[in-house]
């Protein structure tokens, strides 16, 4: 039977890479995984710092339990170009920086302490995708990922791959096919146990079959009573196959789900449905520690795009993500498109062999997520390449023949070698009609990109991000310009059959190369700042959602009489799914407003749009006049639903302190996220505030970044990650205008 431990302490790190660290345990930094090899400022960095060598060693010492037993590390992740020795002899070396990879132990290890050495690179080396041209991200250099110490006996389950049939019909069908490991290649007969469970583990079906060689198979047909795996109830189960073999036992496990999900011609189905895919794209970083976070804020992204954002989308641009998302996404109902990693940039015969095994790497690892409904096979936005293309998208189709392939893309007429054509569509705001001042084309017709005489399976992959890069600090009519700009792709993407969605571009603010964004090494390219903490543009997701779901009300102002040109207020864009909006200023009548149909016929919820049509000006108050309170209210059936009161004599009044999680596990670094809002006395965020915020935390817990905080647009964010110790966690930030506040969490 096989055991897995998380090696998470004990490792000593190197901050430069020497080859005595092979043979001899040298003193260094004592750290935990996932780890991340330099710490970065958060803007203005300078991105060399981690492009050089760096060392981790970590003594094994040995176990009565190793003894005649199959023992290997198990890398989730290490950025880049891993070579991993024990006892000075070489036992891997893996040059992706985001598949995982084992390094076989077995036979070499001693009866007393063992050294094991790894030495990672972070150097941007052109042999290696995604590397050899400029990239818009960061691939911040360490051990990333977890690591496991895996002992099993001779013959051992390597993997699992479980197909299912006749999703749709109450008589389910699955094929379960179990890959044997057998590294000492013995002779060896035995059975496997395969039982298909609840995702709690209770048995509903089961079958054996005999098992001698490199693989099995079982195929269930006829189930009946099997729920399948939707948006709104992701019903997962559990496949269990536990294996008696002459050469050992073993017994793993893979979650599944059923579900049908089909790119046609006329639209994307999820079971049979017709679905519109409004996404986002996501990076895997967070700021100060790239991207070395553990498993409670991979989950917390997807949580944030399916309830917060509303998407039913994430694109995992440009790399395959942790598992632990990817959980998180098949637990939550949120669907993933996952691609391989690059950036524009295709190299020499080498760098595509790799970038083939990248393919079936990130295939093998994750083909059993119901969320997954698309591979990108192509390296994001790069020329066409027929050769190497038609090997990527041969070994996709080889190794699953049940999921559409894609290619993201951003050249017009490009050779569609994959089942979608997945556009990077940027032409909102760079057509001839924006220019000259017309109503813009936020998307083109796929005919008009593909240029085939026929309609394809058609999906936009990115848009707006670099169009219209918006702060959340920014002034409040670019924040308005960039909502409308999101919103217009939305409507156009809802208004034409043939396209499956769009992923706009992108989930939250990044930090990137010099030779991408605003120059202090952030692309401001997020619907959410670099803490997730939303600008106006993520309402405008949010609010398509149904109201069933949640009532969203979001004015796009700062209400202030002279912060846009010409001191107007209007127009004032309310991102909402109520029926109506009233706006009530002061005690002037209400006005009443409906959704924007006109402008925005095919968006679900078309957002109120109050301007001249509705509100005279003078009754706002004119220029020199007297500047009032107001309120907006959501109607729904003829009832008031929701209000958002505006102040017309914002002061700063309370410290807002908001934390994701108050238990933390103490086992893991564990993190979790904190935000801090300084807010007007109507509760909005006050957007010109300065003042800076000193932040303490005490016990078993420790503050990822700088102790002093700049407010940025009423609000900053950290993360607190868990020490390793057991106990209390104080947390306090404190003002000079707004005092202190303090929370108390909990290691257990
Ligand atoms: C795309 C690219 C993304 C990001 C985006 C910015 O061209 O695929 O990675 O750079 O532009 O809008």
């Given at each position: ?125 052109p042999e290696i995708p995604p590397f050899g041209g400029q990239i ?182 440009h ?20 691609e391989i990693p690059g950036w524009q940039h295709i190299g020499g015969q080498a760098w595509q062999d790799e970038s083939v095994?990248n393919v ?16 990108g096979v192509r390296i994001n936005e790069s020329a066409d390449n027929h050769a190497f293309y038609s090997r990527t ?14 290619g993201i893309r951003c050249i017009?007429?490009s050779e569609?070698l ?331």
């Amino acid at each position: 039977m096989r055991s897995l431990t998380r090696l998470d302490t004990g490792w000593t790190f190197h901050t430069a890479f020497s080859p005595e660290l092979i043979t001899a345990i040298a003193p260094g930094t004592a750290v935990r995984l996932p780890h991340n090899a330099v710490d970065l400022e958060m803007t203005y960095l300078d991105e060399r710092c981690y492009q050089q060598e760096f060392g981790y060693q970590r003594i094994l010492a040995w176990q009565p339990e190793y003894a005649g037993r199959e023992i290997s590390l198990e890398f989730d992740a290490a950025m880049a170009n891993a070579v991993v020795w024990v006892n000075g002899r070489q036992v891997a070396a893996h040059k992706d920086g985001y598949t995982p990879f084992s390094a076989r132990l077995t036979g070499l290890l001693n009866e007393g302490d063992n050294l094991v050495t790894v030495k990672i690179d972070g150097s941007e080396n052109p042999e290696i995708p995604p590397f050899g041209g400029q990239i818009d991200y960061l691939t911040y250099a360490g051990i990333y990922r977890d690591v496991w110490l895996k002992l099993t006996d001779a013959v051992s389950i390597a993997n699992l791959k479980v197909e299912t049939s006749s999703e749709l019909s109450d008589a389910k069908g699955v094929r379960v096919t179990g890959f044997m490991a057998n590294p000492t290649q013995v002779a060896f007969t035995g059975n496997a146990l395969v039982e298909l469970c609840t995702v709690d583990g209770k048995v509903l079906h089961y079958q054996t079959t005999a098992v001698s060689g490199t693989s099995f198979s079982v195929v269930f047909d006829k189930l009946a009573g099997l729920k399948l795996w939707a948006l709104d109830a992701p019903q997962l189960y559990l496949m269990r196959v536990s294996t008696t073999t002459s050469a050992g036992t073993d017994q793993l496990s893979t979650r599944f789900g059923f579900r049908t999900a089909a790119f046609t011609a006329e639209g994307f189905f999820l079971n049979g449905q017709p679905l519109k895919i409004r996404g986002l794209n996501r990076h895997q970083s967070y700021p100060y520690v790239g991207y070395a976070m553990g498993r409670r804020a991979q989950q917390k992204d997807a949580d944030i795009l399916k309830h917060e954002l509303k998407c039913n989308l994430a694109r995992t641009s440009h790399y395959p993500q942790s598992t632990y998302f990817l959980d998180r996404c098949d637990e939550i109902g949120l669907l993933v498109l996952e691609e391989i990693p690059g950036w524009q940039h295709i190299g020499g015969q080498a760098w595509q062999d790799e970038s083939v095994e990248n393919v079936r790497r990130m295939i093998e690892r994750d083909w059993n997520h119901p969320a997954i409904v698309s591979w990108g096979v192509r390296i994001n936005e790069s020329a066409d390449n027929h050769a190497f293309y038609s090997r990527t998208n041969a070994m996709a189709r080889e190794l699953d023949g049940s999921r559409a392939i894609g290619g993201i893309r951003c050249i017009d007429n490009s050779e569609l070698l994959e089942d979608v054509y997945t556009m990077n569509d940027f032409f909102n705001g760079a057509g001839p009609e924006w220019l000259a001042g017309r109503e813009p084309v936020p998307l083109r017709a796929p005919r008009a990109v593909t240029g085939l005489d026929h309609e394809v399976p058609y999906l936009v992959t990115e848009h707006t991000g670099h169009m219209y890069p918006t702060k959340r600090f920014d002034a409040e009519h670019r924040q308005a310009e960039h909502v409308t700009r999101h919103l217009q792709v939305l409507n156009t993407a809802y208004g034409n059959p043939v396209i499956s969605g769009a992923i706009g571009w992108c989930m939250f603010d990044y930090n990137t190369h010099k030779d991408f964004g605003a120059g202090d090494r952030i692309c401001h390219h997020g619907v959410m700042d670099i803490f997730r903490e939303p600008k106006f543009a993520a309402h405008a997701y949010a609010s398509q959602c149904s109201p069933d779901e949640q009532v969203v009300l979001e004015p796009v102002t700062y209400w202030a009489r002279g912060e846009k040109d010409r001191c107007d207020v209007l127009p004032i864009i309310v991102l909402t799914n109520c029926d109506y909006v009233e706006l009530k200023v002061g005690d002037f009548a209400p006005k009443r407003a409906e959704p924007d149909r006109a402008r925005y016929p095919h968006l679900p919820h078309a957002p109120v749009i109050f301007d001249s049509r509705q509100v005279n000006m003078n009754d706002l108050g004119a220029w020199g006049m007297l500047w009032r309170d107001a309120i907006f209210t959501g109607y729904i059936d003829g009832k008031a639903v929701a209000s958002v009161a505006v102040s017309g004599n914002p002061l700063p009044t309370t410290l807002q302190l908001q934390v994701d999680d108050t238990v933390l596990r103490s086992g893991e670094k564990d993190s979790t996220r904190v935000i801090v809002r300084a807010l007007d006395q109507a509760g909005r965020p006050l957007p010109f505030l300065d003042d800076i915020v000193t932040v303490d935390v005490s016990g078993a817990a420790q503050l990822l970044g700088p102790r002093m905080l700049p407010i940025k647009g009423g609000v900053t964010g950290f993360w607190v990650e868990t020490t390793g110790a057991v106990g209390d966690i104080a947390l306090s930030v404190s003002t000079t205008r707004l005092g202190t506040q303090r929370l108390s969490l909990r290691a257990e």
